[in-house]
């Protein structure tokens, strides 16, 4: 399993329409795929934009086309600036 993270900006004008399209996205993901996702940005702003971070605990290795394809649909990309960044963790594996 992996934890996968994706993060990218938004114009502080933009959070507002942008946001019930995250989270209902999210809310069909977990339906559909047994996640639990969070939704989290950084406190500041700098230029006008924000910084966004969805976070998806614990998914398989084809969680992220699957995300990938449900962010097309929801036509996120019309309310960001830039590319949505992904970046992907595992845990270590215990010490015995």
């Known amino acids: 399993m992996i934890d996968l993270y994706v993060y990218y900006k938004v114009r502080e004008q933009d959070s507002a329409a942008l ?5 209902a996205l999210q809310a069909a993901l977990a339906a559909r795929h047994a996640v639990v996702p969070q939704l989290k940005r950084r406190p500041e702003i700098r230029d006008g934009l924000q910084t966004w971070m969805e976070v998806y605990p614990s998914t398989d290795d084809a969680f992220g086309a699957a995300l990938e394809q449900a962010a097309r649909d929801a036509g996120l990309d019309a309310l960001i600036t830039g590319p949505r960044r992904a970046e992907v963790f595992m845990d270590l594996n ?3």
Do not use: D, G, I, Y
């Open 94 to 96: 215990p010490c015995a």
């Open 19 to 23: 946001e019930p399209r995250v989270r």
